[in-house]
């Protein structure tokens, strides 16, 4: 009863470091979603993948790269963190990007704190 | 372009009160609605949902009706508890997710 899992959990990086964030899902969704949230703000979508082999860009994907490894897996990568980018990251995923009754399942987060 | 709009928060509300968190949507369709919890620390939990005009999504008390002609999907329970107190986002789907920006819900003993 996984669902989608994250890790890790809690991250602090010096600026300038790089670090990839994990995500992976057992429900055999198609399409996976990382965003970020803010203090007090609602989520803002980072990249998203509609199925497997293909990535696009959401509201805020500057200084931020994505890889879809697999149909489970979806990793969010930042090459040269930077303290703006001190966030909860959240990955999602879903059984398709539109046209479908079915919601986004979340994971717990990753808390990534930039000093 | 489609979107959801979801009033502002925080709401603050004494045990036992009644509860409604308006909802707005604007759609080129007729779009899946969705209401998530979040609970301090957590991620994104659903809710409720309905899928189309007329539908009546309900879970651990909470009530939320899809209306086509005013396009909206109020969230209501009838009598809150402490532990409800968590943050509620709306979100709709028809060629996209969309999220609301969320609405803090604080309950007081």
């Known amino acids: 009863n996984a669902g989608v899992t994250q890790t890790p959990k809690f991250q602090v990086l010096k600026t300038g470091q790089s670090m990839t964030l994990q995500c992976a899902q057992d429900?055999?969704?198609?399409?996976m979603y990382w965003y970020r949230q803010d203090p007090g703000m609602g989520l803002r979508l980072i990249y998203y993948?509609?199925?497997?082999?293909?990535?696009d860009k959401g509201e805020v994907p500057n200084g931020y790269n994505v890889s879809r490894l697999n149909k489970r897996e979806f990793s969010l990568r930042l090459e040269s963190a930077a303290p703006s980018q001190t966030s909860v990251y959240f990955c999602?995923?879903?059984?398709?990007?539109?046209?479908?009754?079915?919601?986004?399942?979340f994971g717990d987060g990753t808390r990534l704190s930039i000093l | 372009g489609d979107s959801v709009t979801q009033m502002e928060g925080p709401v603050t509300l004494s045990e036992e009160a009644f509860l409604t968190i308006n909802c707005t949507y604007t759609?080129?369709?007729?779009?899946?609605l969705f209401w998530y919890v979040q609970y301090p620390g957590e991620g994104l939990q659903l809710l409720l949902k309905?899928?189309?005009?007329?539908d009546k999504g309900s879970n651990k008390g909470f009530e939320a009706t899809y209306r086509k002609e005013t396009t909206s999907f109020h969230l209501e329970k009838g009598s809150v508890q402490v532990s409800d107190s968590a943050v509620y986002f709306c979100?709709?789907?028809?060629?996209?997710?969309?999220f609301g920006s969320g609405t803090k819900l604080n309950v007081k003993p």
């Open positions: 999602a995923s879903s059984e398709a990007v539109q046209g479908n009754n079915q919601p986004q399942h």
């Open positions: 429900m055999n969704h198609n399409s």
């Open positions: 993948s509609a199925s497997e082999g293909t990535t």
């Open positions: 759609a080129t369709g007729y779009p899946s």
């Open positions: 309905a899928t189309k005009a007329d």
């Open positions: 979100a709709s789907n028809f060629n996209k997710f969309y």
